[in-house]
T-cell receptor, first 119, second 115 residues
Framework: GAVVSQHPSRVICKSGTSVKIECRSLDFQATTMFWYRQFPKQSLMLMATSNEGSKATYEQGVEKDKFLINHASLTLSTLTVTSAHPEDSSFYIC???????????????FGDGTRLSIL | AQSVAQPEDQVNVAEGNPLTVKCTYSVSGNPYLFWYVQYPNRGLQFLLKYITGDNLVKGSYGFEAEFNKSQTSFHLKKPSALVSDSALYFCAVRDKKGSNYQLIWGAGTKLIIKP
């Protein structure tokens, strides 16, 4: 149980285009989802916390207008990288807090990540 | 602020030997600690967590972790390593920011199991 699906797994596109990444909780409802960015050989950097039905909470230094997050349902959150540039190339990973109570004690379950390459 | 430290960038262990991946924490209040594993080009997989209760926590794939309050440590262990255990391991601690709970991550430790 607690499976998170992330799509696409890899994207290669030209500079200036926008890219949408989807994160779905397949067998549970996820009130809270998280979006991370991971640089090579580094730890995860939290970009934003996404709560269903409300605006995402962005971490300091993350541009809201650059990285648009939509969490419109309990099973889907999307990250759109707008007007992507080569410096946006990275590995993006989503996670969803698992079911159970209290919610704050539940582990996060991760998608398999999206490798974004901007040419 | 909550933090975790993984003092080793890389750990090398021979197959069949016991393994330990170290994690120390710094928190105000009671710690909520987690271990995750990441295989190449994949997301992270949850291994185990400590919230309260027994100091020895058992998790997936034969891993366990020992919570030590006096040493503020939460080391990951396995009695007999497998080559397939080779991966990147992350320790994390729960933190509260505003009304949200999030994880603060260690830098990761690369575990290499040699046949």
């Amino acid at each position: 149980g607690a499976v998170v699906s992330q799509h696409p797994s890899r994207v290669i596109c030209k500079s200036g285009t926008s890219v949408k990444i989807e994160c779905r909780s397949l067998d549970f409802q996820a009130t809270t989802m998280f979006w991370y960015r991971q640089f090579p050989k580094q730890s995860l950097m939290l970009m934003a916390t996404s709560n269903e039905g409300s605006k995402a909470t962005y971490e300091q230094g993350v541009e809201k207008d650059k990285f648009l997050i939509n969490h419109a349902s309990l099973t889907l959150s999307t990250l759109t990288v707008t007007s992507a540039h080569p410096e946006d190339s990275s590995f993006y990973i989503c996670s969803a807090r698992g079911p159970g109570q209290p919610a704050s004690n539940q582990p996060q379950h991760f998608g398999d990540g999206t490798r974004l390459s901007i040419l | 602020a909550q933090s975790v430290a993984q003092p080793e960038d890389q750990v090398n262990v021979a197959e069949g030997n016991p393994l330990t991946v170290k994690c120390t924490y710094s928190v105000s209040g009671n710690p909520y600690l987690f271990w995750y594993v990441q295989y190449p080009n994949r997301g992270l997989q949850f291994l185990l967590k400590y919230i309260t209760g027994d100091n020895l926590v058992k998790g997936s794939y034969g891993f366990e972790a020992e919570f030590n309050k006096s040493q503020t440590s939460f080391h990951l262990k396995k009695p007999s390593a497998l080559v397939s255990d080779s991966a990147l391991y992350f320790c994390a601690v729960r933190d509260k920011k505003g009304s949200n709970y999030q994880l603060i991550w260690g830098a990761g430790t690369k575990l290499i199991i040699k046949p």
